[in-house]
């Protein structure tokens, strides 16, 4: 059974960069199958989905539109990991974030890690 | 990319039965048949309870039921018990090869 969990910094200040880490237990960042997920929750913008990685024989990310252009999501083979950078955040970013497993062919979140609250603020 | 549109909240009473909705697009919920529920209690990380459409994880109660119709999915609790008192968000997978979620719906009177 797969295990996810978040880590990185709760306070982050306006306009730096926001860096979580999701540590993957019980499958492999590399699986053809498996999708990894990046998705906060705010009060006021509820869920929210912001990307994905994926390995299907070379390595593909997808992103929302909404944050694409201060987006990253990179692999880490070598650690089984999958991480998430938000550049040039505001306070609207203040969210619980939450990494997320879902799978080729099964287009739902299998499971969740344990989310991790970042507030942006000075 | 706009999120999936729920009613903000539904109430009920032990015993009886709701639906809630969820609505999107023909390029999510009316194009695919994964359409998935999620029940989140507060504080708590948010649990699988129906996916695509219609189906039951293992150890969720049978009062839970999922269907679809059109650019429309709905979830129904049948028999509502207390612990069914919680939020609850539906996801959908869509044609950028993305998910998008529902902005929720509190179930209460429980």
């Known amino acids: 059974q797969v295990q996810l969990q978040e880590s990185g910094p709760g306070l982050v200040k306006p306009s730096q960069t926001l860096s979580l880490t999701c540590a993957i237990s019980?499958?492999?960042?590399?699986?053809?199958?498996?999708?990894w997920n990046w998705i906060r929750q705010s009060p006021s913008r509820g869920l929210e989905w912001l990307g994905r990685?994926?390995?299907?024989?070379?390595?593909?990310?997808v992103y929302a539109l909404s944050v694409k252009s201060r987006i990253t999501i990179n692999p880490d083979t070598s650690k089984n990991q999958v991480s998430l950078q938000l550049q040039s955040v505001t306070p609207e970013d203040t969210a619980v974030y939450y990494c997320a497993k879902s799978s080729a062919w099964e287009e739902y979140v299998q499971a969740w890690g344990q989310g991790t609250l970042v507030t942006v603020s000075s | 990319q706009s999120a999936l549109t729920q009613p903000a909240s539904v109430s009920g009473s032990p015993g009886q039965s709701i639906t809630i909705s969820c609505t999107g697009t023909?390029?999510?919920?009316?194009?695919?048949?994964?359409v998935s529920w999620y029940q989140q209690h507060p504080g708590k990380v948010p649990k699988l309870v129906i996916y695509d459409v219609t189906n039951r994880p293992s150890g969720v109660s049978s009062r839970f039921s999922g269907s679809k119709s059109g650019n429309t999915a709905s979830l129904t609790i049948s028999g509502l018990q207390a612990e069914d008192e919680a939020d609850y968000f539906c996801?959908?997978?869509?044609?950028?090869?993305?998910?998008?979620f529902g902005g929720g719906t509190k179930l209460t009177g429980l």
């Open positions: 019980g499958d492999s960042v590399s699986s053809n199958t498996a999708t």
């Open positions: 996801g959908s997978f869509t044609k950028y090869n993305s998910l998008v």
């Open positions: 023909s390029s999510d919920v009316g194009g695919y048949n994964y």
């Open positions: 990685a994926f390995y299907r024989s070379t390595w593909s990310t």
